[in-house]
């Protein structure tokens, strides 16, 4: 599984949903006035140990705006990724299993993953010039694309950011936050904040339809207001379109990140139970386990010509 933008709070889990979703165009986001994102709100719990639930929901903002920034950094990285995935019969017993590792980069600001290994193994090498090919045209499409053509892609890039921080309002105003205490995760303290659909809740947003369906509990670092570690489950069947797929209660993802170079954090471990139905075909249930290491800062511009000069840079 492919997520280039793992670090999101509750909505992490619609990536998972959004390849399943095939129902048409969606109802543009419906933004609102909020507390400044750029604060951080005071944490000082009551007397009972309590925050509230206005402290909650701008702390959670805070989180957003970072984890957003979060994301354009990752374009000056490297790294690799390694999916493993168990599919399991009716039983919940493991069928089949499949590994694969990719390099991953970004290239005229569109991320490429470069697969490398199947099963563990190196490709052969007719496999291996398939992906290098595969990577070049990609260079050669970004080097020849007119400004034009890049200023309405980085637009639509940008606008896709933006929508996902307002949904970030809506997963605000989805849920009761309570605050747990706090944990140490990698040797730093982190918040742990749990969040329960809240009882009357009508999203305004399309896509905030689903978040009554979700709860979840989240590990904030304290000192860099950074999502650490998210635990995501549903709690009811998700119905996408006219029966056309289901995600069942029990499906779950866990996402954990690490703080990288003093600068940003980015992921480091995913884990993600899914159990669909699509149509009236079969039931998909997977167990797919990510893990992410070698970040290296690189950043891919105009004068590269080849994936040679990609290796090249990426060695120095």
């Known amino acids: ?36 994102a750029s604060s ?10 309590a925050l509230s639930q206005e402290q909650m929901q701008r702390l959670f903002r805070v989180v957003a705006d970072k984890d957003m920034e979060n994301d354009k950094r990752l374009r000056d990285y490297t790294y690799i990724e390694r999916d493993e995935e168990h599919k399991l019969d009716g039983k919940g017993q493991v069928k089949s299993r499949e590994e694969k590792t990719y390099e991953v980069m970004e290239l005229y600001g569109e991320q490429v993953q470069r697969l490398t290994e199947k099963d563990d ?7 291996a010039a398939k992906e290098e090919e595969k990577v070049q045209k990609i260079i050669d499409k970004r080097r020849n694309e007119s400004e034009d053509a890049r200023r309405k892609r980085e637009q639509k890039e940008e606008k896709e950011r933006e929508d996902g ?12 936050f309570r605050l747990v205490g706090t944990e140490s995760l990698g040797g730093r303290e982190a918040w742990v904040i749990d969040a329960e659909p809240r009882p009357g809740y ?18 904030i670092d304290k000192d860099d207001t950074q999502l650490a570690k998210l635990d995501v489950e549903c709690i009811d069947t998700v119905s996408l379109g006219w029966f056309l797929a289901r995600v069942h209660k029990g499906s779950r993802i866990v996402v954990e990140q690490t703080r990288v170079n003093d600068e940003v954090w980015l992921p480091k471990h995913v884990a993600v139970k899914i159990d669909v139905r699509l149509a009236l075909l079969k039931n998909f249930n997977v167990d797919e386990d990510e893990t992410y290491r070698e970040y290296k800062k690189f950043r891919a511009t105009a004068k590269i010509v080849s994936i040679e000069d990609v290796k090249e840079k990426q060695a120095k």
Do not use: I
């Open 165 to 176: 921080r307002k949904f970030v309002l809506e997963v605000a105003d989805a849920y009761n």
């Open 121 to 127: 193994k190196p490709l052969s090498s007719k496999d």
């Open 202 to 219: 009508e999203p305004r947003m399309k896509e905030a339809k689903f978040l009554p369906k979700f709860r979840g509990r989240v590990w």
């Open 1 to 36: 599984m492919r997520m280039a933008r793992l670090t999101q709070l509750f909505w992490v889990l619609v990536v998972v949903l959004a390849g399943l979703q095939v129902f048409g165009q969606q109802e543009a986001p419906v933004s609102r006035p909020g507390p400044p």
């Open 40 to 49: 951080l709100p005071d944490l000082k719990p009551d007397a009972n140990g």
